[in-house]
C-alpha cells in the first residue's frame, strides 16, 4: 500500500504524509509473518526490531528517549519550562497475530510526525511533548491487554505482573530481561499528574466515520468490560429414565442466566450497555443426559462503570434465585473489570476547536474497544481522536487508512499538542 494521491489541504506545509506513510510501511516490513500481513508479539524478535526501528526516528529528530522496565518508551522534546509536567500522546506498535500495519502505529508514527511538524514550524512549546511507546497492547502473549499502560497505571501489580506466563510457560520476568528490558518493575508505576494531559490518535477499528464520510472522532467515553465465569453444577441422568419433577438440570438453568443477562443489558435503556453470554459448555453432552454441568462466560460492557455494575448485580439476584427455585448450585469467578473512562472536556474542546481549525468534519463518539487511554486515565486526563478506516476492517491485513484521513488526524493531533502544550 503506498500512498494515493489524494488531496491533502488544508494541511500546514511541513506536513509530510508521504515520510509518514513510508515508515508506516517501513515498520510493516519489521513482522513475524510475511509482509503484508503484520504479526509482532511483544518481546519477539520483530517486536525488538520494531522498537529499535522507532527510537531511531525519535533520535533522528531530536527527541530524548528513555525506556522503563518493561519496556514502555517515552520519547521527549523538552519544552521551556521543563518542571512542568509534560503533554503526552501515543499508542502502541505490537501487533496480534496476522493483523495489518495501521492499528496503533498510526498513533506512534503519527504523534512522531505531529512533532516533526511543530518543530519545523519553530514552534516553542512551554511543556514538554513526549510521545510514548506503550509495551503490548495487545493481549498475545500473557492473555491480558494493555500491560504496559496498565502497569503505569497500577492496575496491574508487580506481584500480578510476575504470575504472567506465556503459552510455552515462559514468564515475563524471563522475557523482559532476554529482550532488555530491566530495572524493579515498581518503577513503572507512575504517579497522578506524571502527564499534564495525554491524546491517543488511533484508527476507529469500527465503520461510522468512513460511513458518515466524517474526517474525525472525538472520543468522550471509552468503554470497558466485566467479564466472569459461571459455573452450574446440577445433577445428571439418563434423558429417558429421570422423570421431570425432581430434575436439576444444569443447561435449563443456564438458559434462565442467559436471558436474565440479555434482560438485564436491555433494562438500562442505554444504547451502550451490552450484555454477551459467549461460552456454554455443556456436560456431559449427549443426546440422552440430562446436563450435570454447564460453564458460561459472560461480557458485560459499557462507558458507566455503575451501571455496568448494575447490570452485573442484577445478574447475581437472578443467579441466586435460580440456584434456590432449580436447587442446583452457581459459582461464579470474575475474571476482570476495567473501568470505564470518560474524556477530559478539556481536551475535547481543544481537539474540536483544532479540528475546525483544520477544516475537518468531525463528531463525538464512543470507543468501544479499549486502548492504553484506558490506563493512563488512572494518572492524567485523557481523550483520544479516532481517523476512519476502510470498512471499519482491523486486526486483519487488510486494514487501511487513506493517507488523507491519517494526515487530517496528524494535523489536527499537531494543532492539538501545541495548543495543550503552549
Ligand atoms: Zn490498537
Not at 501489580?157 to 524493579?184: H, N, V, Y
Not at 472522532?217 to 459461571?230: E, F, N
Not at 448485580?313 to 475474571?335: F, N
Request: a negative charge; proline letters at 6%.
Amino acid at each position: 500500500m503506498t500512498a494515493a494521491a489524494e488531496p491533502l489541504s488544508p494541511l500546514p506545509p511541513p506536513l509530510n504524509v508521504d515520510r509518514l506513510i513510508g515508515e508506516l510501511n517501513a515498520l510493516a516490513q519489521i513482522s513475524e509473518a510475511d509482509p503484508p500481513v503484520v504479526t509482532r508479539v511483544v518481546f519477539g524478535e520483530a517486536d525488538l526490531r520494531a522498537r529499535a526501528y522507532i527510537r531511531g526516528l525519535c533520535e533522528e529528530a531530536g527527541l530524548i528517549v528513555t525506556v522503563d522496565a518493561i519496556g514502555n518508551t517515552f520519547a521527549r522534546w523538552p519544552g521551556s519550562d521543563p518542571a512542568l509536567a509534560p503533554v503526552g500522546t501515543g499508542s502502541h506498535i505490537d501487533a496480534i497475530p496476522n493483523a495489518g500495519l495501521y492499528d496503533g502505529c498510526v498513533g506512534v508514527l503519527g504523534g512522531l510526525e505531529a512533532i516533526r511538524v511543530l518543530k519545523q514550524l519553530g514552534f516553542a512549546p512551554r511543556r514538554s511533548i513526549e510521545l510514548v511507546i506503550f509495551t503490548a497492547e495487545e493481549p498475545t502473549r500473557f492473555g491480558i491487554g494493555c500491560l504496559g499502560s496498565r502497569m503505569m497505571g497500577g492496575v496491574l501489580t508487580p506481584m500480578q505482573a510476575l504470575a504472567l506466563r506465556d503459552k510455552d510457560g515462559r514468564g515475563l520476568e524471563e522475557l523482559r530481561t532476554q529482550a532488555g528490558f530491566s530495572g524493579a518493575l515498581e518503577s513503572v508505576l507512575l504517579p497522578k499528574g506524571r502527564f499534564h494531559q495525554f491524546v491517543e490518535m488511533h484508527i476507529e477499528q469500527g465503520p461510522f466515520l468512513e460511513a458518515e464520510s466524517l474526517d474525525l472522532g472525538l472520543v468522550t467515553h471509552i468503554a470497558a468490560p466485566a467479564s466472569q465465569r459461571i459455573v452450574i453444577e446440577g445433577e445428571g441422568g439418563h434423558a429417558g429414565g429421570k422423570l421431570m419433577p425432581g430434575r436439576k438440570d444444569a443447561l435449563a438453568a443456564a438458559a434462565e442466566l442467559i436471558l436474565a443477562l440479555e434482560a438485564a443489558a436491555k433494562s438500562t435503556g442505554a444504547i451502550d450497555t451490552v450484555g454477551t453470554v459467549g461460552v456454554c459448555e455443556v456436560f456431559p453432552g449427549a443426546v440422552n443426559s440430562i446436563p450435570s454441568r454447564v460453564l458460561l462466560t459472560t461480557d458485560v460492557r459499557d462507558i458507566d462503570g455503575g451501571r455496568r455494575d448494575g447490570v452485573l448485580a442484577a445478574l447475581r439476584k437472578t443467579i441466586d434465585e435460580v440456584g434456590a427455585r432449580r436447587s442446583v448450585v452457581i459459582t461464579t469467578e470474575l475474571i476482570n473489570a476495567d473501568p470505564p473512562t470518560t474524556c477530559d472536556p478539556a481536551i475535547l474542546d481543544v481537539l474540536e476547536s483544532s479540528a475546525k481549525a483544520a477544516g475537518k468534519s468531525y463528531k463525538r463518539m464512543v470507543a468501544r474497544a479499549y486502548h492504553d487511554s484506558s490506563f493512563v486515565a488512572c494518572f492524567a486526563p485523557v481523550a483520544m481522536l479516532f481517523i476512519p478506516c476502510r470498512g471499519g476492517v482491523s486486526h486483519r491485513p487488510d486494514e487501511y487508512a487513506s493517507p488523507a484521513w491519517i494526515g487530517g488526524g496528524v494535523h489536527v493531533l499537531a494543532r492539538t499538542l501545541a495548543e495543550l502544550a503552549a
